[in-house]
C-alpha cells in the first residue's frame, strides 16, 4: 500500500488522505456495530462500542486471511458528532489497541439514528489482501 499524501498538504491525525494499492483481494465489509458475536451489547458506551465494532470488522477480516494493515478504507457512521469528538484521546487508544498504528482513508458521518437503537456508531471497511 502506498499512503497518498500531497506535498505541502498537513498529515492528518489519526487517518490517510488515500491509499493506493496495486494488487490484491478485496474485501468489503458490511457496516459493524459494537455488539457481540450473539447481537448483544455488553455496553452502552461509546468508546467502547465503537472498539467492539473494529473488532467485529476485524474478525471478518481474518475470514479471509486478511489482517487490520490491510484495511484501506473505514467509514464511521456516529449519532452524535459532539460525543465522538470529546472522546478522541480514549476512542485513539481503542483504536490503536485493536488496529495498531495503521491509519486508512476515513470518513466519518454524523447520522439521525442507526438501525439498532442501542448502537452508538456503526463502521464499514474496506480491505485489500496481498497475493502473491
Same mark, same amino acid.
Given at each position: 500500500m502506498e499512503i497518498l499524501q500531497p506535498p505541502g498538504w498537513a498529515k492528518p491525525r489519526g487517518y490517510s488522505n488515500g491509499i493506493a $494499492? #496495486?494488487?490484491?483481494? +478485496? $474485501? =468489503?465489509i458490511s457496516g459493524q456495530i459494537g455488539w457481540d458475536e450473539s447481537c448483544q451489547f455488553q455496553s452502552e458506551d =461509546?468508546? &467502547?462500542? %465503537?472498539?467492539? #465494532?473494529l473488532q467485529n470488522i476485524v474478525a471478518i477480516l481474518e475470514t479471509a486471511d486478511g489482517k487490520p494493515e490491510h484495511v484501506t478504507r473505514l467509514t464511521w457512521y456516529v449519532v452524535d458528532k459532539q460525543e465522538y469528538l470529546a472522546s478522541g484521546k480514549a476512542l485513539g487508544q481503542a483504536y490503536r489497541e485493536v488496529m495498531g498504528n495503521h491509519?486508512? *482513508?476515513?470518513? *466519518? +458521518? &454524523?447520522?439521525? *439514528? +442507526?438501525?439498532e437503537d442501542a448502537a452508538r456508531v456503526e463502521? &464499514? %471497511?474496506? *480491505?485489500v489482501i496481498p497475493t502473491g
Open positions: $494499492v #496495486a494488487n490484491g483481494k +478485496l $474485501v =468489503f =461509546f468508546v &467502547e462500542q %465503537a472498539k467492539k #465494532a491509519y486508512p *482513508a476515513m470518513t *466519518a +458521518l &454524523e447520522v439521525k *439514528a +442507526l438501525i463502521i &464499514e %471497511a474496506t *480491505a
